[in-house]
Each structure stands twice: as C-alpha cells, then as structure tokens.
T-cell receptor, first 113, second 115 residues
Framework: KAGVTQTPRYLIKTRGQQVTLSCSPI?????VSWYQQTPGQGLQFLFE???????NKGNFPGRFSGRQFSNSRSEMNVSTLELGDSALYLC????????????FGQGTRLTVV | AQSVTQLDSHVSVSEGTPVLLRCNYS??????LFWYVQHPNKGLQLLLK??????LVKGINGFEAEFKKSETSFHLTKPSAHMSDAAEYFC?????????????FGDGTTLTVKP
C-alpha cells in the first residue's frame, strides 16, 4: 500500500511570508502528526490531528497551525515565517486502533531566507 | 509525561564489530518504544518496536533491542556493523490511547562505521 506522502519536498520562502505543507496519510489512518526537525532542537512534536480534530499539541507559537480534512489528509501552515523556521517538517500517520507504530513521510525541507 | 535520553550523541565502530546504541526512557504509564533510523536527507524508517509483548525485540537488518523495565532502558544492538548502517538513530517513546499520536524523540545517535 502507498506510504505517507508529503508535498512539496523542498520549499524556499522569504521572511514574513506564509507557507502551507501537505501530508497524505496511509489509507485508513485517521491520525496525522507533524514534527519539526532542526539540528539544534532535534525532532519536536508540533500537533496531531485525529478525525479532523486537533487532539494533541506541542509547544509551538500560534504561527504554526494545521487542519485535517475528511479524507484524513492534513495541511500545516506557518505564517509570518522567521529564519528559525527553516527545518525538515515530517508528517506521520498511524491507526491507533490497531497499533502505536507511526509511519513517516520523507519530509518537506523548508528554507527561509 | 514521557521522556527519552539517548546516552551517546556519536558512536563510531569498525565494520564487522558489534553496535550498541543506548536509550533510557521515562514514562508514567506502560509505554510503546521504538527505534527509527534516518539516512541523510531521508525520512524515518522503523527498525523495531516494543509494545509489551516479548522483551527482546528483533527488527530489520539484524538489529534487536531489549526492554528492561527495572533499568528503564531499551538499548539497540547489532552483532556485526555494515557500512550501510551509518546513519542517525532515534529512540522514541509513545503513549497509548488518545496520546498515541504524540511521540517523544531522543536527541539521536549518529553512527559512523569505519572500513
């Protein structure tokens, strides 16, 4: 079956702009989580969506937001980009009714200049 | 609350020698534990997982890990390193139920394999 798909793979944005990243989970997975990976902070949890509702949230400012659609696809939005938002953004999907194993996408590499 | 500590940020071994990557965890409930590997510019690939069945868990590519509750450890081992094992490894703890989607990652261990 198809894995987790993240688009785009690479993005370059200017400070102050906003960006939207997309994640298509594995078919049947209703939970989608987002993580930010940077060399200094490692992998940090942003938020999780389950059945179109934000179920868990990490410690990120309100500039980071997300949503989930009825087909479980999720988008993450970052507004008023800062240089420090440059990172690899990873999306993970899981089916919590069956397993706690998360399946990760390849990530979106965001560079803010 | 849950947390993960990977005790070594860098490990260097020679090809053909054993690998040991150490991980300690903290969790206020019975956790699920995972090891993931990340090659440069790639996503995360699951190596193995512990979910309260057998304490010795076998994974892909010859890796295995032992869950020791008394020591709150979940160390990753491999008998013989291969050049292709060079990558970054993450120990991860997850809750169950409504918190299953919120994983906590260790800081990672970079494995270098020398020829």
């Amino acid at each position: 079956k198809a894995g987790v798909t993240q688009t785009p793979r690479y993005l370059i944005k200017t400070r102050g702009q906003q960006v939207t990243l997309s994640c298509s989970p594995i078919s049947g997975h209703r939970s989608v989580s987002w993580y930010q990976q940077t060399p200094g902070q490692g992998l940090q949890f942003l938020f999780e969506y389950f059945s179109e509702t934000q179920r868990n949230k990490g410690n990120f400012p309100g500039r980071f937001s997300g949503r989930q659609f009825s087909n479980s696809r999720s988008e993450m939005n970052v507004s008023t980009l800062e240089l420090g938002d440059s990172a690899l953004y990873l999306c993970a999907s899981l089916n919590p009714e069956l397993s706690t194993e998360a399946f990760f996408g390849q990530g979106t590499r965001l560079t803010v200049v | 609350a849950q947390s993960v500590t990977q005790l070594d940020s860098h490990v260097s071994v020679s090809e053909g020698t054993p690998v040991l990557l150490r991980c300690n965890y903290s969790s206020s409930y019975s956790p699920s534990l995972f090891w993931y590997v990340q090659h440069p510019n790639k996503g995360l690939q699951l190596l193995l997982k512990y979910t309260s069945a057998a304490t010795l868990v076998k994974g892909i590519n010859g890796f295995e890990a032992e869950f020791k509750k008394s020591e709150t450890s979940f160390h990753l081992t491999k008998p013989s390193a291969h050049m292709s094992d060079a990558a970054e490894y993450f120990c991860v703890v997850s809750a169950v139920g409504t918190n299953a989607g919120k994983s906590t990652f260790g800081d990672g261990t970079t494995l270098t394999v020398k020829p």
